[in-house]
T-cell receptor, first 109, second 114 residues
């Protein structure tokens, strides 16, 4: 089955800096790669996703890149703000979503 | 429109008791998923339903766990003879179809087994 690894597990940045979270996956058949943000005590919320026919996607301060050959994808957050502080999960979809272990992002004001 | 709803929001039970957790997916979504999230951990896939197809039960951790989906809509996750290690947040998600469609999560049920 699919295996998704996510790094780093924790990330602390200063407000205004960029943050990068990286994930690798194992199943070459996976074709959908969403990123979820989960605030404390809340449900995961989709923030951006990418499909295997696209290499990069941007939405304002958030971007995701995908390298299918290397089986890795990354989340980039620019101009970070304190409200970006949360746990971020990557996932890869074959039959069902397999999630990474999460990255706790702390943006210091 | 209404999102995914789950009930109860919190459930405290004694070890050995059975519990039932309910999920109402978004209307029109044919795929429904159950995940488990232990404290501070990631999301562990349990089971998913797609239309009238046989469910994929490959993530269920033991035979004490079962789920059903009636009429292609509401789903119930049942845990029999609960153990303390079953304590977690149980999240339900639904999508329009499966595998490649955005999954929308419910608020979860926090299960505590004493």
């Amino acid at each position: 089955g699919e295996n998704v690894e996510q790094h780093p597990s924790t990330l602390s940045v200063q407000e205004g800096d960029s943050a990068v979270i990286k994930c690798t996956y194992s199943d070459s058949a996976s074709n959908y790669f969403p990123w979820y943000k989960q605030e404390l005590g809340k449900r995961p919320q989709l923030i951006i996703d990418i499909r295997s026919n696209v290499g990069e996607k941007k939405d304002q301060r958030i971007a995701v890149t995908l390298n299918k050959t290397a089986k890795h994808f990354s989340l980039h957050i620019t101009e970070t703000q304190p409200e970006d502080s949360a746990v971020y999960f990557c996932a890869a979809s074959g039959r069902a979503l397999t999630f990474g272990s999460g990255t706790r992002l702390q943006v210091q004001p | 429109g209404a999102g995914v709803s789950q009930s109860p929001s919190n459930k405290v039970t004694e070890k050995g008791k059975d519990v039932e957790l309910r999920c109402d997916p978004i209307s029109g979504h044919t795929a429904l998923y159950w995940y488990r999230q232990s404290l501070g951990q990631g999301l562990e896939f349990l089971i998913y339903f797609q239309g009238n197809s046989a469910p994929d039960k490959s993530g269920l951790p033991s035979d004490r766990f079962s789920a059903e989906r009636t009429g292609g809509s509401v789903s119930t996750l049942t845990i029999q003879r609960t153990q303390q290690e079953d304590s977690a947040v149980y999240l339900c998600a639904s999508s329009f179809t499966r595998g490649g469609d955005t999954q929308y999560f419910g608020p979860g049920t926090r299960l505590t087994v004493l």
